[in-house]
C-alpha cells in the first residue's frame, strides 16, 4: 500500500484531477461546461504547487549556457502518465530554450516552480487570406517548403514564476510555442492531455518563423502587420536535445 502522505501529496491531487479532467475524450471542449469547471479545478491545484511538493532542489546558476553534448541543456523528469494525460517536469539551464513546436490535438498545462521562463505563443492560420498568394520570402522558398508553410499569428509572450498562474493551451489556441529560460536555470511541471503518440498523430513538431513580403501587404501596413508571419517546418534544431532524469517526489498512483 501507498504510504498515506504520497496520497494526500500535492502531486497526486493534480494528478486524480487531471485523470477526472482528461479520462472522457467525449467531453472536451471549450464549451462543455463540465469540462471547464474541472479544467478549473486542476488549473487551482496546479497554481499552488512549489519545488518543495516534488522534492526537487532549485539548481544554481551557471557560469554559461550548456553547449556540450555531454550535459544537455534540458532533461525531463517522468512522474506519471496514461492513456489520458502525461506529467512530468522540464529543467532548464542558464540559457536553454526549448524550440518553437506544436502539440497536435492535445490540451497543456505548465507551472514553474523555480525559476523563470518566457513563453511565446502562436496560433496557426488554416485559411488561406487575401493576399497570400503573392507572399515572398528572403532568400525565395523552394517549392516543397512553400507548400508546407502556414500563415500564423503570435498571440502572446509572456513571463512566468513560481508566483504566476499556470499557461494553459488547447488544441486550437496557444498550441504551438517556444519556452526560454531567463536570468538562470528553471524547472516548470507540465501536463499533456493525451500524451504525444506518433501511432496516433501525435509527433511533436518544430517550426521556424518566417517574415513574409507582399506587394498586397506593402498597400495596407494593417495587412503587412497581421499577414507577415508564417511556420515552416522544420528537423528538431540540432542544439536542442532533452535528457532524463528521475523524478525525486512523491510517487503517484490512480
Known amino acids: 500500500m501507498m504510504p498515506r502522505d504520497n496520497m494526500t501529496s500535492t502531486v497526486q491531487k493534480i494528478a486524480r484531477q487531471a485523470l477526472t479532467t482528461f479520462r472522457n475524450p467525449s467531453v472536451l471542449g471549450e464549451h462543455n461546461k463540465k469540462f471547464l469547471e474541472n479544467q478549473s479545478k486542476l488549473k487551482s491545484l496546479m497554481a499552488e504547487v512549489r519545488a518543495a511538493d516534488l522534492r526537487i532542489v532549485p539548481r544554481s546558476i551557471e557560469s554559461a549556457p550548456s553547449t556540450s553534448r555531454v550535459a544537455p541543456p534540458v532533461t525531463y523528469m517522468h512522474v506519471y502518465e496514461t ?76 513571463e512566468y514564476t513560481e508566483e504566476s498562474a499556470p499557461c494553459v493551451l488547447s488544441p486550437q489556441t496557444d498550441n504551438i510555442h517556444q519556452i526560454d529560460a531567463v536570468d538562470g536555470p528553471t524547472a516548470f511541471i507540465d501536463i499533456l492531455a493525451p500524451p504525444y503518440d506518433p501511432d496516433d498523430g501525435r509527433d511533436c513538431h518544430y517550426y521556424k518563423i518566417l517574415h513574409a513580403h507582399s506587394e498586397a501587404a506593402d498597400k495596407n501596413n494593417q495587412a503587412q502587420e497581421q499577414g507577415d508571419l508564417w511556420l515552416m517546418e522544420i528537423p528538431q534544431p540540432s542544439e536542442f536535445w532533452c535528457g532524463g532524469e528521475p523524478y525525486p517526489g512523491p510517487k503517484v498512483s490512480l
Open 83 to 158: 492513456d489520458s494525460f502525461s506529467m512530468g517536469v522540464f529543467l532548464l539551464k542558464t540559457g536553454a530554450s526549448i524550440p518553437l513546436h506544436d502539440h497536435p490535438g492535445m490540451y497543456g498545462m505548465l507551472k514553474v516552480i523555480y525559476g523563470k521562463v518566457r513563453i511565446s505563443c502562436f496560433d496557426r492560420l488554416d485559411k488561406p487570406r487575401d493576399g497570400d498568394s503573392g507572399v515572398q520570402f528572403n532568400p525565395p522558398l523552394m517549392p516543397l517548403q512553400r507548400s508546407s508553410l502556414r500563415p500564423t499569428v503570435l498571440k502572446s509572450v509572456g
